[in-house]
């Protein structure tokens, strides 16, 4: 039995109120940003209690040096968001939206954006693990972009719930510019389910590397804790519309959290990180 439950749940967008020392609902930002640039980042950052605090901290270590404009993460835990926004730069400049615990956030879902977020839904999947996704719109250069986060089925036997999941989410995207990014699960061969309106950054930009995100052979973290090695392009950015250009794109989280735990990486996933540009007319 799959459950097909997929009613829109809006979600309160909160910032960090000091004087308080706590997040807060931030109401509705009627703010417009205007940029030439937007960089984004995707993490699955590995619910699994393994160096769990630790692992989480080196995320948001890797994320600070650079900081993105808008951050995507699947698997939160409760431990995951008390160190993501317990982080000083996360609460001086972003907005937060997502779902953790409960009945729609059984996989945790979780957005960070220092852009003026106007609107925020998460959506239930027909799922037999709890899948959802989580998108919010932009209001930027006079137009909106829409940003999807999403995590996907798992497991070989699971690529026709995914190809319904996908359709559920791109039917979701009824705006004309629109950024899908996140945990995928998905094989090469189900890659002509994207849909011809969508480029796939990593390949457009990187043709001749594959782009392994879950890669036994360099991530000793996903090599013992799976039973078979494997290397898959699990974590994708899909990007829609012809405002924005992808400029580049590259991998978080391929290096152990500390010298002194070589086997233990920041998560069973690499993350990815891209910069667009708007695009000139």
């Known amino acids: 039995m799959i459950?097909?439950?997929?009613?829109?749940?809006?979600?309160?967008?909160?910032?960090?109120?000091?004087?308080?020392?706590?997040?807060?609902?931030?109401?509705?930002d009627t703010t417009r940003a205007d940029t030439d640039e937007l960089t984004v980042a995707t993490f699955n950052v590995w619910n699994k209690p393994s160096f769990a605090?630790?692992?989480?901290?080196?995320?948001?270590?890797?994320?600070?040096?650079?900081?993105?404009?808008?951050?995507?993460?699947?698997?939160?835990?409760?431990?995951?968001?008390?160190?993501?926004?317990?982080?000083?730069?996360?609460?001086?400049?972003?907005?937060?939206v997502g779902v953790v615990g409960g009945r729609l956030g059984g996989y945790g879902m979780l957005m960070l954006s220092r852009l003026?977020?106007?609107?925020?839904?998460?959506?239930?999947l027909p799922s037999r693990r709890q899948r959802s996704y989580l998108y919010a719109d932009l209001a930027m250069n006079d137009h909106?972009?829409?940003?999807?986060?999403?995590?996907?089925?798992?497991?070989?036997?699971?690529a026709w719930l995914r190809a319904w999941q996908m359709r559920r989410v791109f039917r979701?995207?009824?705006?004309?510019?629109?950024?899908?990014?996140?945990?995928?699960?998905?094989?090469?061969?189900?890659?002509?389910r994207i849909p011809p309106a969508y480029r796939d950054v990593w390949p457009v930009l990187r043709p001749d590397d594959p782009g392994y995100t879950e890669d036994s052979?360099?991530?000793?973290?996903?090599?013992d804790n799976k039973k078979r090695p494997r290397q898959l392009r699990f974590d994708r950015v899909l990007l829609k519309g012809t405002r924005w250009v992808p400029r580049?794109?590259?991998?978080?989280?391929?290096?152990a959290?500390?010298?002194?735990?070589?086997?233990v990486f920041p998560s069973d996933h690499f993350g990815l990180r891209c910069r667009l540009a708007a695009q000139t007319r």
Do not use: K
């Open 172 to 192: 979701a995207m009824s705006v004309d510019d629109a950024l899908v990014l996140g945990d995928f699960n998905m094989r090469d061969g189900e890659d002509d």
């Open 217 to 223: 052979w360099t991530n000793p973290t996903l090599r």
């Open 257 to 263: 959290i500390s010298p002194e735990l070589p086997r």
């Open 248 to 255: 580049d794109i590259e991998m978080l989280g391929t290096e």
């Open 53 to 96: 605090e630790q692992r989480y901290r080196a995320i948001a270590g890797l994320l600070a040096h650079d900081p993105p404009d808008v951050m995507v993460f699947q698997e939160v835990t409760a431990t995951a968001e008390d160190v993501l926004l317990g982080q000083p730069w996360v609460r001086e400049s972003y907005r937060c």
């Open 116 to 124: 003026p977020i106007t609107a925020a839904s998460v959506r239930r």
């Open 3 to 28: 459950p097909a439950l997929c009613g829109r749940r809006r979600l309160a967008v909160r910032r960090f109120a000091a004087d308080r020392g706590e997040w807060v609902d931030a109401g509705a």
């Open 144 to 158: 909106i972009l829409r940003v999807c986060s999403v995590h996907l089925e798992s497991g070989q036997d699971g």
